[in-house]
């Protein structure tokens, strides 16, 4: 068997790491703190800004747009920030990643396959406050165009943090429903990290791994936020699963979550969630799916399905959209919207008629 494995970010993980960090900057002078506003209220984020004296930037909406990644670039070539540091959740850390390229606009390079200039860039400090994207050792950065409703990643080796510093106590303040949309995000990538077509074998493990410990911890993380254990496990598990995605990339959950999200406002993991378990049957004929439902400790993939659907219930993610869609007109324009190429690393080919009855379905 042929393969391909590269990793390139440096992990840090424990409880109280982030005291750390001051430590960590190398030989920089400089540095820009990407976070959002409640961070700096109070807490280690806010001494830790304290300590470093340097910059702050917070513009960050979720699904951030475009606009607040040129902003940002722009205060950092003005300001002369030599590093940065990215404490929060996959908007934070992606709108961090397409900023530290120091391009004027980064729309040149959404969606559009040019590649991103690497020659300004300044080295990255992610540190995920969810658990969530794994966008702390991946080289993808998400981005929103609100203007034109567009939401895509832009893949690029120069997005690659230098150094993932994974502190779990700073998910411990998440609020469960954002627990439950960041935790279902991860089942996500590590299932479809396995499935894709471009699976290789150590993604597999990884993969495996993140998503036993999303089944038998986030249910904990979601009910008792303060459960160290239960947050320790789901950021290994959210670190784990961004290797197990990162090279064979995600699949039809997360092209399909893209419309989703955009036109229709549902939160990214919840929007991937949304179709897991209906992709997982429309996957049931291939076999490495059968694999994958075995070895997470399920007699068939209807079994994983079911599952899955019983954890989104759990957690109380939506099963339907039907408050939202209800003409074929809408689900037209989800299924025209949908056409992303990580549908085509999907393992079974996906049509439009499956994509209409997998929107269909979800309008009941
Ligand atoms: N780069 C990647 O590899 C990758 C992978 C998957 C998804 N994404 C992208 O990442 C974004 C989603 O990121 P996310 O799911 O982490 O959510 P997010 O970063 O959008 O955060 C969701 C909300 O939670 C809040 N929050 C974050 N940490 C918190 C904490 N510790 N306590 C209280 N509130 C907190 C944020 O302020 C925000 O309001 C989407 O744009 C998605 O497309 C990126
Ligand atoms: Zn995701």
Request: with cysteine; aromatic share 6%.
């Amino acid at each position: 068997m042929d393969f391909y494995y590269k990793q390139p970010v440096e992990i840090i993980f424990g409880n109280g790491k982030l005291s750390l960090l001051p430590e960590l900057l190398g030989g920089a002078r400089s540095p820009l703190i990407v976070t959002a506003p409640f961070f700096l209220e109070k807490g280690p984020v806010k001494e830790l800004a304290e300590r470093l004296s340097g910059g702050t930037y917070t513009q960050v909406s979720e699904n951030p747009d475009v606009s607040e990644v040129n902003e940002c670039s722009r205060l950092i070539r003005e300001d002369g920030f030599d590093i940065i540091i990215a404490v929060g959740g996959g908007s934070v850390m992606d709108l961090a990643k397409a900023a530290s390229v120091r391009v004027e606009d980064i729309r040149e390079y959404h969606g559009t396959g040019k590649p991103v200039p690497l020659e300004d860039r300044l080295p990255l400090i992610a540190v995920p406050t969810t658990a969530g994207t794994g966008s702390e050792v991946t080289c993808v950065s998400v981005l929103t165009e609100r203007e034109t409703g567009k939401k895509c990643p832009i893949v690029s080796d120069g997005f690659f943090p230098k150094l993932a510093l994974i502190d779990p106590e700073l998910t411990v303040s998440m609020p469960p429903h954002i627990t439950a949309c960041t935790g279902i995000d991860v089942l996500c990538h590590s299932i479809e990290g396995y499935w894709s077509r471009g699976h290789q074998p150590i993604c597999d493990e990884l993969a495996v791994h993140a998503a036993k410990t999303v089944f038998k911890w986030l249910p904990k993380a979601y009910s008792q936020p303060e459960d160290l254990q239960a947050r320790e496990k789901m950021a290994e598990a959210s670190m784990f699963a961004g290797l197990a995605f990162s090279l064979p990339k995600t699949t039809a959950s997360h092209a399909c979550s893209f419309p989703l999200t955009s036109i229709y406002g549902i939160p990214h993991g919840e929007a991937c969630g949304l179709t897991l378990d209906l992709f997982a049957r429309v996957n049931r004929e291939d076999p490495r799916t059968a694999v994958l439902a075995e070895r997470l400790g399920f007699g068939s993939v209807e079994e994983l399905a079911d599952q899955i659907l019983a954890l989104k219930k759990l957690l109380c993610l939506r099963i339907s959209i039907a408050d939202l869609i209800s003409s074929d007109q809408q689900i037209n324009e989800l299924v025209q919207k949908s056409h992303h190429p990580n549908l085509q690393n999907n393992p079974v080919q996906i049509t439009d008629r499956i994509l209409y009855s997998i929107y269909d379905q979800l309008r009941k």
